[in-house]
Nanobody, 121 residues
Framework: VQLVESGGGLVQAGGSLRLSCAAS????????MGWFRQHPGKEREFVAH????????YYADSVKGRFTISRDNAKNTVYLQMNSLKPEDTAVYYC???????????????WGQGTQVTVSS
């Protein structure tokens, strides 16, 4: 199984980025997909989750209304559209696959390598 994130980078506060995560080696449509982030020196935290069908989405309160998770099962890809970015959104962002919807990183079976997002003030 391989999950490969892309789309990270440096952006000014108030700007936007779209992260992508391409999956291979698993039946993508059988898995819920999540995005997590990790600030330096802190634990990995939940950002968003989307159900296998795309019909259910869940967000951390800190990103609700600014971030949107979506997926394209034909392309085995999950996305995270990030708008109105803030300096506190600076982190390494990871995508992950889980059999069930969860905000807990221990419930996710597979992880990508992460992509850095830096928001300057």
């Amino acid at each position: 199984v391989q999950l490969v994130e892309s789309g990270g980078g440096l952006v000014q506060a108030g700007g936007s980025l779209r992260l992508s995560c391409a999956a291979s080696g698993l039946t993508f449509s059988n898995y819920g997909m999540g995005w997590f982030r990790q600030h330096p020196g802190k634990e990995r935290e939940f950002v968003a989750h989307i159900s296998w069908s795309g019909g259910g989405t869940y967000y951390a309160d800190s990103v609700k209304g600014r971030f949107t998770i979506s997926r394209d099962n034909a392309k085995n890809t999950v996305y995270l559209q990030m708008n109105s970015l803030k300096p506190e959104d600076t982190a390494v962002y990871y995508c992950a696959a889980a059999a069930f919807a969860s905000r807990r990183n221990t419930q996710y079976n597979f992880w990508g390598q992460g992509t850095q997002v830096t928001v300057s003030s």
